[in-house]
Every structure is written in C-alpha cells, then in structure tokens.
T-cell receptor, first 110, second 115 residues
Framework: GIQVEQSPPDLILQEGANSTLRCNFS?????LQWFHQNPWGQLINLFY???GTKQNGRLSATTVATERYSLLYISSSQTTDSGVYFC????????????FGAGTQVVVTP | DGGITQSPKYLFRKEGQNVTLSCEQN?????MYWYRQDPGQGLRLIYY???????QKGDIAEGYSVSREKKESFPLTVTSAQKNPTAFYLC??????????????FGPGTRLTVL
C-alpha cells in the first residue's frame, strides 16, 4: 500500500514564528487531506488538497502531485496552533480509505 | 447543525465483554468509516461502508463488527475477540467513497478502556 511520511516528527515554535510541515507519499493520490488534532482528540479539517495551493487565514498548503509531496505552512503561529498535524492520502484503488502519516507534534510557546 | 456525533465519549469495559460504539451523521453522506488511533500514532481503518446494507473490511477488522441499516448510522461493535481494544475510536463520513466528494469529516471520538 501507499506509504506516507511526515516531517519533522516534533516542532517547538515560539509564538509569532513561521513553520513548514512536509508530507511525502509513495504513489499517485486522488485525495490528500491535512488535519489538526486538538488536545481533546478532535480531528479538524484544514485542507482538502490533492493538488494545487490553498490558503485559509494564517495557514496555507501546497501539493505537488507529480513529485509526491505536500507542504503545510503555518505563519505567525499562536498557542492555539499546538497539537498534532496529520497528513492523510487516498488513491484510486483504495476505495475511500485514507492512509495516515504518523503526524507532526507542534508545540507553540508564549 | 450538520455534523457527526459519537457516543459515548468515554467507555469502560471489562475483559470478555462486547461493547457497541455509536456513530450518527446528518450530513446526508453516503460513505462512513471507522478508524482506530493508538497513542502517538496515526489512524488505521477498521471498516467502511459505501451504502446502506453494504460494508467492507479495512486494515484491522479482526475482532470488530459493524452494521449499516440506516444511511445516518454506522455502529461499531468491539467484540471480546479483539485482543487490544483499548484505543481512541473515530468515525468519519464523506459524500461519496471515491472521486470528487471523497473529503472525509470526523466525529469527536470515543475513548474505550478495557479494565
């Protein structure tokens, strides 16, 4: 099956800093989603981005499908950005199944 | 308010008991999914369903069972055959299983602890 690797595994930021999270995947995808898991476990949809670039406030994401990677940018980080960020991908033959990466644990300090 | 609800939020079970986790959605989505998350790890797919009365095994279906009698509901039973049932269980849904409209949305989860 498809392999998903996220980097870095851990990230400590000072409030106001910018950061980039990376997701590499091993096959063509028809679904790529970025999630933020808050301390209570809720998975919050950030982006549905199998290709292209999207922005939502301080967050933006880019997926280069031909090179099999996606990037999530966090600008002017806030303490509420703390949590685990997951990348998950789906392929045409996986019938809706999302394969999750191991996540990036982000801690934003005041 | 449209969304996905899961109940209960916390569940404690004795070894050897079956337990059923509830998942309901009012998004009019066709597809529904159950995932399991262990501490410090990503999610793994247990079962998924494309339409009513149809469901398929995911990567880790052993020791679990599901039903899909209504479009809105996709309950998961954790049976006594599941060797390590203590985990965080998340239900998800999407408009369709594949193609456009396959973005998945998640419920708040159920934390199951086996004593």
């Amino acid at each position: 099956g498809i392999q998903v690797e996220q980097s870095p595994p851990d990230l400590i930021l000072q409030e106001g800093a910018n950061s980039t999270l990376r997701c590499n995947f091993s096959d063509s995808v028809n679904n790529l989603q970025w999630f933020h898991q808050n301390p209570w476990g809720q998975l919050i949809n950030l982006f549905y981005i199998p290709s292209g670039t999207k922005q939502n406030g301080r967050l933006s994401a880019t997926t280069v499908a031909t090179e099999r990677y996606s990037l999530l940018y966090i600008s002017s980080s806030q303490t509420t950005d703390s949590g685990v960020y997951f990348c998950a991908v789906g392929t045409t033959d996986s019938w809706g199944k999302l394969q999750f990466g191991a996540g990036t644990q982000v801690v934003v300090t005041p | 308010d449209g969304g996905i609800t899961q109940s209960p939020k916390y569940l404690f079970r004795k070894e050897g008991q079956n337990v059923t986790l509830s998942c309901e959605q009012n998004l009019n989505h066709d597809a529904m999914y159950w995932y399991r998350q262990d501490p410090g790890q990503g999610l793994r797919l247990i079962y998924y369903s494309q339409i009513v009365n149809d469901f398929q095994k995911g990567d880790i279906a052993e020791g679990y069972s599901v039903s899909r009698e209504k479009k809105e509901s996709f309950p998961l039973t954790v049976t006594s055959a599941q060797k390590n049932p203590t985990a965080f269980y998340l239900c998800a849904s999407s408009l369709r299983l594949a193609g456009s409209g396959n973005e998945q949305f998640f419920g708040p989860g159920t934390r199951l602890t086996v004593l």
